[in-house]
């Protein structure tokens, strides 16, 4: 393979986005990885403790994840997700032991409002209404100014959904980011919020089948290569140094920076990238037997949003965690557990083998005021582009989002 070279910095979701949407079109990609393995946050690797392979931490996607599902569909593995068949949400509330199922589709709003029995429990017709507040929030607005706070509805949904899409706590949380995966989910019909989670894990699905779509294409992987700096001449990248001094770029050759915002800023001085981040907290357990047809849980009074269950290994996630974070590991290992057995009916046993799994830096804060900060994928260099989940991609800081970034700076790398 002939022609310009595009150097994809960071084989994250977002550098592996980019890279499979340029060696489609038989565009020839060098992938540089400070890491030894690519995936990101969005991996999956074998724990000693538990005995199992495990993801890093717990992703859900919905069917109106159009960006995600396309990638899929590329690197061959669209068949690797799984979840139920209609849109439904089943949720558990921790203090009251109270059940109930919420069933998203173009009709969830009017039902909820004209018939008590496709409410949530203790929520009003009222409450329901305020969603459409979400059409028109202000940049300025956050999730609890539009939505709550003082009503059961928010409690026991709202907050639950907006905390784990945004990392952010709702009463920080901007409304405007929320408000753009409504439109694409919620407000499309009972496919687009169908949710979906990997079968086996986020490798299975996102990582290694897009490894081996990019090599059999003729990709070349660079793994623990980290990059050091930026030769900038000319208005261009002219050279990238990767600790042995600079290394020429051609005149046609391209360059994607997706690492993270920090990294970011450092190669590439007076770029503006959010500044403040939010952490996530995951407890994975091995239950005693596997646990047939369920997949999750979305829990209200609880530690933690959402619990997973493949097989016998129970996830528990906690975002907007940066207390939670601070704590020790068996602190939060007994507190979790407590609500994984309460959730599962297990009873009174004991704390099973256990991972706890802290990203103290897993998001940037989606506040009003960072998401001001978020740059596009244009820079003010020629051949450099920008990729990454905090990037001005106006979703949150999803797998969506890390995907749909790393398209968009193919697409201007293919303009150039």
């Not at 290569?225 to 042995?244: E, P, T």
Request: charged share 20%; with cysteine; proline share 5%.
């Amino acid at each position: 393979m002939t022609g310009p070279i595009t150097h994809i910095i960071g084989a994250g979701m977002s550098g592996l986005s980019a890279a499979v949407s340029l060696i489609k079109t038989g565009h020839r990609v060098v992938v540089h990885e400070s890491a030894g393995h690519a995936g990101g946050r969005c991996r999956s690797f074998h724990d000693e403790a538990l005995g199992r392979r495990i993801d890093n931490g717990n992703h859900l996607l919905l069917g109106g994840n159009r960006a995600a599902h396309a990638y899929l569909k590329d690197i061959g593995a669209e068949a690797s997700l799984t979840g139920p068949e209609r849109a439904e949400f089943h949720f558990l509330d921790l203090k009251t032991a109270e059940r109930w199922t919420v069933t998203l589709d173009a009709g969830f709003l009017p039902k909820a409002v004209f018939s008590k029995a496709g409410r949530v429990p203790g929520s009003r017709p009222l409450d329901y209404l305020k969603a459409f507040r979400l059409a028109w929030a202000g940049g300025e607005t956050t999730v609890a100014q539009c939505l709550g706070p003082d009503n059961a509805l928010f409690r026991r949904f709202w907050e639950p959904i907006s905390v784990a899409i945004l990392n952010t706590a709702a009463q920080e949380g901007a409304a405007s980011l929320l408000s753009t995966v409504m439109r694409e989910t919620l407000f499309r019909g009972q496919a687009a919020c169908r949710p979906l989670i990997a079968k086996r894990g986020l490798s299975d699905s996102f990582v290694d089948p897009a490894v081996r779509f990019l090599e059999g294409r003729g990709a070349d992987f660079r793994l623990n290569n980290r990059l050091r700096g930026l030769n900038i001449g000319d208005a261009r990248v002219a050279g990238l140094d990767f600790g042995d001094g600079p290394a020429a770029l051609d005149d046609g050759d391209t360059v994607v920076l997706a690492v993270p915002p920090p990294v970011a800023a450092g190669l590439l001085p007076g770029l503006e990238v959010p500044g403040e981040f939010r952490a996530i907290v995951n407890g994975h357990f091995r239950l005693e037997r596997k646990i047939e047809g369920f997949s999750f849980l979305g829990l209200s009074g609880g530690l933690g949003q959402w619990l997973f269950v493949r097989g016998d290994v129970a996830s528990v996630t906690v975002s907007a965690a940066d207390d939670l974070a601070e704590e020790d590991n068996a602190s939060i290992a007994g507190r979790l557990w407590a609500d994984v057995a309460l959730a599962l009916g297990l009873g009174a046993v004991p704390l099973p083998p256990h991972r706890i799994v802290k990203e103290k830096r897993a998001t940037f804060a989606q506040t009003p005021e960072q998401e001001k900060r978020r740059p596009g994928a244009r820079t003010g260099l020629k051949n450099l582009f920008l990729a990454g989940d905090w990037t001005a991609t106006g979703l949150p800081a999803t797998i969506e989002g890390s995907i749909r970034s790393g398209r968009t700076a193919a697409d201007l790398v293919l303009k150039t």
